[in-house]
């Protein structure tokens, strides 16, 4: 019996990669073109937690665990000929679809970035969705989705269905998409391909709708071998990730717009539980299923908060910046989430948020000469629109006032 992994060498992908492993007497096979390392670099980032090689990862898990039964297999999931060819040897039982471009930022470059973007994320989605359907029917797709699909409504959230009125009379519809980035468009197209896929060859699926994941390891994790990445860089780290950043390298912390944007999150510990459980509590036969993944809301001002009164323990006591919000979106807003299916399925939280964010100091940290040394990258650099006279006056204003230590070359740019 296989289980298969796409993106192993991943945020998520990694640890969840070692879970399935430690915990399942299967074959677990990775996949990845470790493609994330070099995106990652183009930006000036890296990971803050130094990683190894798919071949050194491998040998610390057997190492840790004293099992051979994780593989990584380095190749292109764009390339439908090898995706066929991995499926039709393997038929896994269960794929994990994490083979994407994650970074919303990253997507909203350029034009070449946002083609990059979407065609990398369509492609290995559809690849998948072939070769299951021609090898390997009975397989179960869990595929990476985001909360970022649904945008912000007014209304609640629901797991990807809603009940409406309309002329007098009930419907039960999909809820409608509104994406914030072309990544955001691109995991929409995936769900379209997904549910059509489902309909016309009854494809078993589960798509998760993920909040935002924060966190830099988790209990099978227990040493630097094991580690899995953490970005922490303006386009492709996380808000939570990025205020720690931001304190060991600025002892500040960039609060974008109004800090008000709110967002569903979770931590990678309770990302990978989830996703285990998924795994084993499957959608049955010919069922497409979606899953809202995610625990609390908060908004960008209430973490920077709850990131001071961890950091003012250590000795910090970094002072908020504001700054014009780089990407386009409400600026207030209601934002509430149904998150019933994986409670019924008997998921419970692991860790308290505050918990986790300390462990998440910590190893920054512990790494802090890495943070300081790719500081540059932690600013915010790509705008959704272009970054007008009022605001660019406010950057320089501020960097007069030594409120943001900045290059002269990146403002050159702005």
């Not at 090898?82 to 499926?87: A, G, S, Y």
């Amino acid at each position: 019996m296989t289980v298969m992994v796409f993106g192993a060498d991943g945020y998520i992908g990694w640890p969840l990669s070692v879970r399935l492993a430690k915990e399942l007497d299967e074959e677990i096979i990775g996949v990845d073109n470790l493609i994330t390392r070099k995106l990652v670099e183009e930006v000036g980032g890296t990971s803050a937690l130094p990683i190894g090689g798919p071949e050194e990862r491998v040998r610390a898990y057997e190492k840790a665990y004293g099992k051979n039964n994780l593989k990584i297999i380095v190749g292109d999931l764009t390339d439908s000929e090898f995706v066929d060819k991995l499926i039709e040897k393997y038929k896994p039982h269960t794929v994990y679809h994490l083979a994407q471009q994650r970074s919303a930022p990253y997507s909203m470059i350029d034009v070449d970035h946002a083609a990059y973007t979407e065609v990398n994320n369509i492609l290995t989605n559809l690849n998948l969705i072939f070769a299951v359907k021609k090898h390997s029917p009975k397989t179960h797709i869990i595929k990476m989705g985001t909360m970022g699909e649904y945008g912000t409504p007014r209304y609640k959230i629901e797991e990807g269905w809603m009940n409406v009125k309309y002329g007098g009379k009930k419907y039960r519809i999909m809820i409608p998409r509104d994406p914030g980035s072309w990544y955001h468009i691109s995991k929409v197209f995936d769900t379209y391909n997904i549910i059509f896929a489902n309909k016309i060859w009854g494809i078993r699926a589960t798509d998760v709708q993920q909040g935002v994941v924060y966190g830099s390891r988790t209990d099978d994790l227990f040493n630097d071998e094991l580690n899995t990445r953490l970005d922490f860089d303006g386009v492709w780290g996380t808000v939570i990730n990025k205020y720690f950043a931001q304190v060991i390298a600025f002892n500040k912390m960039l609060i974008y717009g109004t800090g008000l944007m709110k967002r569903s999150f979770l931590s990678l510990q309770d990302s990978i539980d989830c996703l285990f459980l998924l795994g084993q509590k499957p959608a049955d036969e010919g069922e497409y299923r979606v899953v809202n993944q995610m625990e609390e809301i908060h908004n960008t001002l209430e973490l920077a908060r709850r990131v001071k009164k961890i950091v003012n323990k250590y000795g910090f006591d970094p002072e908020y910046v504001r700054i014009p919000d780089p990407r386009v979106e409400k600026q207030r807003h209601k934002y509430s989430v149904s998150h019933r299916t994986l409670k019924r399925l008997g998921f419970k939280p692991k860790y308290s948020m505050d918990k986790v964010m300390e462990v998440i100091f910590n190893d920054l940290l512990r790494n802090q000469d890495i943070v300081k040394a790719h500081a540059d990258a932690i600013w915010p650099r790509v705008y959704w629109d272009k970054l007008n006279e009022e605001n660019k006056q406010l950057y320089i204003n501020a960097i007069n006032k030594n409120l943001i230590n900045r290059s002269k070359s990146y403002i050159n740019n702005l």
